[in-house]
């Protein structure tokens, strides 16, 4: 299990960064880290033995860090469903996978709409046969005080930062139990422990969310060998703050430009996950 003495060190940190977003436009610390960070591919010889020839289903693979995801996956060769609202830099990705003698299939898919969620399991059977991994990442950002916030883009950003990823890992597990074990991991956020500035409220409520529901998950599904993992990540280089939505959103449009690689979070969480912790912080905040 986690160290709560370890959340609020970290917790503390991605909100004294997000504060002087706030005030300057930019985190000190973070631009250095940035650019001086590597962006590593290769795994350790264990963990490749673990994930080589697995399946594993990715949402979010577009862009960011279900992107690295996706690209760590394939070069070391694990058989992959990408999902994504927005289809054509997924399927780009997937043919060249497959291109390149791996195995992948691009799904188009709102999950936001509960009623296209089934396509992206249903699409690792007919390809595969089964799924061994599930890579819940998808979401995005609302920026909007308590007064400012709208219920319906409440609403909306829950059914595809919350109810999507419990709704993808209902449809996994009963797969995953016939199969005798599998993984689940959910990219959550230092926001899913602790509060952020003004205008986060939204945002860090899906993500506490997760943390609620899924470290209840993780006790009930360990009897049958499926590891749930929570992965809280600080700030990325990703398109989370370009694409927010909502009444604060445009504060924050640029600050993410010199924030470390998503490939850096990608190699921890692919190590992590493996790891005896049920919630783990991988990238830079997680190291400090």
Request: proline share 6%.
């Amino acid at each position: 299990m986690s160290r709560p003495g370890r959340i609020t060190c970290v917790a503390t940190q991605l909100a004294t960064q997000l504060a002087w977003i706030v005030l300057l436009g930019s985190a000190p610390g973070t631009r250095v880290a940035a650019q001086s960070a590597a962006e590593p591919l290769a795994l350790p010889a264990l963990v490749v033995e673990a994930v080589e020839g697995r399946v594993a289903v990715i949402t979010g693979t577009s862009s960011g860090l279900g992107y690295a995801l996706a690209e760590l996956a394939a070069a070391h060769g694990m058989r992959l469903v990408l999902a994504d609202i927005d289809l054509a830099p997924s399927a780009e990705l997937a043919a060249r996978i497959e291109a390149g003698g791996g195995e992948a299939v691009a799904v188009e898919v709102d999950l936001a709409d509960p009623a296209q969620r089934p396509r992206v399991i249903e699409a690792a059977i007919e390809r595969y046969g089964g799924v061994d991994f599930l890579f819940n990442n998808a979401g995005y950002a609302y920026g909007a005080t308590l007064e400012q916030h709208d219920l319906d883009e409440a609403h909306r950003l829950f059914e595809v930062n919350y109810w999507a990823y419990v709704d993808l890992a209902n449809r996994v597990v009963p797969i995953m139990r016939e199969q005798g074990g599998g993984t689940i991991v959910n990219t959550v956020s230092i926001l899913g422990h602790q509060p952020g500035p003004a205008g986060w409220g939204v945002y860090a409520a899906s993500k506490h969310a997760l943390v609620g529901m899924f470290q209840s998950a993780a006790t009930e599904l360990r009897p049958a060998g499926i590891r749930i993992r929570l992965a809280s990540p600080g700030g990325m280089k990703t398109n989370i703050m370009r694409d927010a939505v909502g009444p604060m959103a445009d504060r924050w449009r640029n600050v993410a430009d010199d924030w470390e690689p998503p490939s850096v979070v990608a190699r921890d969480i692919f190590v992590m996950m493996l790891e005896d912790d049920v919630v783990f912080y991988p990238g830079s905040v997680g190291r400090n």
